[in-house]
């Protein structure tokens, strides 16, 4: 099995910035894809970044250059750095990851628990 554990949300004013972490562990053999989602009360999941093995990222449009995505493999963590946040940014972050667990295995998907992102008008 694989566990991720979130940090680093939490209340923030429009304008300010905020640090998601995101520590993979477990039964690791490798992992494709980590990145974040996130959602907003009433709202669905959506998208937010994604960080391929090969270090290719995906943004969302609504977050594509405040937003930034990285990844230390060594360490299977993955980083969320969010700048000049607005209110509409206010959500549950999860993170994310596609991984197998033994050679040759199917690819899952693992979610963590989630983290508060709140920004004050």
């Known amino acids: 099995q694989v566990q991720l554990v979130e940090s680093g949300g939490g209340l923030v004013q429009a304008g300010g910035s905020l640090r998601l972490s995101c520590a993979a562990s477990?039964?690791?053999?490798?992992?494709?894809?980590m990145g974040w989602y996130r959602q907003a009360p009433g709202k669905q999941r959506e998208l937010v970044a994604t960080?391929?093995?090969?270090?290719?990222?995906n943004y969302a449009d609504s977050v594509k250059g405040r937003f930034t995505i990285s990844r230390d493999n060594a360490k299977n963590t993955v980083y969320l750095q969010m700048n000049s946040l607005k209110p509409e940014d206010t959500a549950v972050y999860y993170c994310?990851?596609?991984?197998?667990?033994?050679?040759?295995?199917?690819?899952?998907?693992?979610w963590g628990q989630g983290t508060q992102v709140t920004v004050s008008s």
């Open positions: 994310y990851c596609n991984a197998q667990i033994l050679w040759g295995a199917p690819h899952y998907n693992y």
């Open positions: 477990g039964s690791i053999f490798s992992i494709n894809v």
């Open positions: 960080d391929t093995s090969g270090g290719s990222t």
